[in-house]
């Protein structure tokens, strides 16, 4: 029979967030697909697992997906991990992932810690939708207009960078939109700071210590523009000839992404 590929969430910074499923997942694994396999080891050798290690990362990826595939169709067990957090959320393990697929093998997710929910859940934006961005690119430029909707937006940005890239959102939208600052997250240094971002740059810059480890950055939503509301207003009004007004703000707001309790109240108001 054929192996299963465990894709297992592991920590973000303190090895108690290991759940007992994700413990177990490793416990039985024939192999373990790390990011480092000495970041791995260190929670391996803190539950007594002693599973053989193998290296998949961004460098060798391709060729390590070959040789672990071939494993899980002879049989064995492989839990999938990263250095922190739930793999193929900018991390590698994708590539291995969608080729067990391919083969129709069991696929089997043990979920966990993933620092960019882990902020967000501490962010405080209301809303039903945001916007995963990862990491920007070295010259974010137009990467920035993708974080311009009525909707949170989350990045992941490295210690070396992290002022530059405040200082790339202050430019393009302004001191009054919020920003959340989440640095070593669940860590002994864990910090969160909820500020402008007109007031960002000055929280880094506060001590030599705000611009070390891990971070992630929450954008707050930021405002429809005018010619998205007209788009999204011509787009319920047609929805609404056929659809009741709460179904049919609910639509235009997944297609248009203007927040869908101003597109409802709008609705109101023209079936009055």
């Known amino acids: 029979m054929p192996g299963t590929l465990y894709v297992v969430a592991t920590p973000i910074g303190n090895l108690a967030d290991a759940s007992p499923r994700a413990i177990e997942a490793l416990r039985s694994a024939d192999l373990v697909a790390c990011e480092d396999t000495r970041t791995s080891r260190t929670l391996l050798a803190r539950h007594g697992i002693a599973a053989r290690t193998v290296a998949l990362h961004a460098h060798n990826e391709r060729a390590a ?3 672990l595939l071939r494993a899980l169709l002879e049989g064995s067990q492989v839990a999938l991990v990263t250095d922190a957090g739930t793999p193929g959320v900018s991390d590698p393990g994708a590539l291995l992932v969608a080729a067990a697929h391919r083969e129709g093998l069991r696929v089997v997710p043990v979920p966990g810690p993933n620092a960019a929910i882990t902020a967000y859940s501490a962010a405080g934006f209301a809303g039903d939708r945001f916007l995963f961005a990862g990491f920007l690119p070295a010259r974010p430029g137009k ?3 993708d974080l311009a909707g009525p909707w949170p937006a989350i990045l992941y940005e490295a210690p ?5 890239t405040v200082r790339a959102l202050l430019a393009r939208f ?3 939109r919020e920003i ?3 640095r070593e997250l669940s860590k002994k240094f864990e910090e969160i700071a909820r500020l402008r971002l007109g007031e960002a740059p000055a929280w880094l810059e506060a001590g030599p ?4 480890g891990e971070f992630v950055l929450v954008l707050g939503p930021g405002e429809a523009r005018a010619p998205e509301r007209a788009e999204a207003l011509r ?3 047609i929805l609404a000839e056929k659809l009741p007004a709460a179904e ?4 235009a707001a997944r297609i248009t992404g203007v927040p869908r309790n101003e597109l409802y109240r709008a609705a109101l108001r023209d079936s009055q």
């Not at 070396?160 to 530059?164: F, K, P, Q």
């Not at 210590?209 to 070390?212: C, F, G, I, N, V």
């Open 235 to 237: 787009v319920l009004k």
């Open 248 to 251: 049919a703000a609910k639509l």
């Open 65 to 67: 997906t070959g040789k």
């Open 174 to 176: 302004g001191p009054e």
């Open 209 to 212: 210590h705000r611009q070390q």
């Open 160 to 164: 070396h960078r992290v002022l530059a």
């Open 180 to 182: 959340v600052l989440a």
């Open 143 to 145: 990467a920035l207009e």
